[in-house]
């Protein structure tokens, strides 16, 4: 069973940067895993927010950002509000078949 | 706007079959636009990727639940479903029905226990 590896928790301070990373135990992440980032909030479905490694929905707020970094999938944050505390979760598709990270609990502090 | 909304029994028995549907409305679970996927989140744990149906019968399913799950689609309802078989207490869960890719829409849940 391939596994998708998250941060367990990271925090950031307000108008903070901070990079969320996705990565893979098969190598190297790339855009043919297509990776999609979601949010998900206390009691609430996740949100998605990426889709295919950089693409942006009609909802998803301006200062979140897709890339891949370093072998990674990754989802930065630029100047952090409190409102983004959450679980942050990554989807990558190995073929037909999708994979979610174990999840990174954002802090604002 | 396309709204998904998942229903069904709230509890199942052990060895019994979980079966979940999904309503769409908005657009046509015929359209290719679409992925149509079930994920589920144990209470306080992190999302599972179930599976998914596309162009009408094209499956593919997680590898650790594939001999106990089938999607399928009722085009004439606008529905899609989840079949889950031979359940056990690990299968209690919050399960989501959703699209993926350029159109990402979830439905709000339905938890499902599993319990005698």
């Known amino acids: 069973q391939t596994v998708v590896t998250q941060e367990s928790s990271l925090t950031v301070s307000p108008g903070g940067t901070v990079t969320l990373t996705c990565a893979s135990d098969t190598g190297a992440v790339t855009s043919a895993y297509y990776p999609n980032w979601f949010q998900q909030k206390p009691g609430q479905a996740p949100m998605p927010l990426i889709f295919?490694?950089?693409n942006k929905y009609s909802w998803t707020p301006a200062h979140f950002s897709g890339s891949l970094l370093g072998g990674k999938g990754a989802l930065t944050l630029s100047g952090v509000r409190p409102e983004d505390e959450a679980d942050y979760y990554c989807l990558l598709y190995f073929g037909a078949v999708g994979v979610f990270g174990g999840g990174t609990k954002l802090t604002v502090l | 706007q396309v709204h998904l909304q998942e229903s069904g029994p709230g509890l199942v028995k052990p060895s019994q079959t979980l079966s979940l549907t999904c309503t769409v409305s908005?657009?046509?679970?015929?359209?290719?636009?679409?992925?149509w996927n079930w994920i589920r989140q144990p209470a306080g744990k992190g999302l599972e990727w179930i599976g998914r149906?596309?162009?009408?019968?094209?499956?593919s399913y997680n590898p650790s639940l594939k001999s106990r799950v089938t999607i399928s689609i009722d085009m004439s309802k606008n529905q899609f479903y989840l079949n889950l078989g031979s359940v056990t207490a690990a299968d209690t869960a919050v399960y989501f029905c959703a699209t993926m890719g350029t159109m990402g829409y979830w439905g709000r849940g339905t938890l499902v226990t599993v319990s005698s």
């Open positions: 295919s490694t950089n």
């Open positions: 908005g657009d046509s679970v015929s359209s290719r636009h679409y992925y």
């Open positions: 149906v596309y162009s009408g019968s094209i499956t």
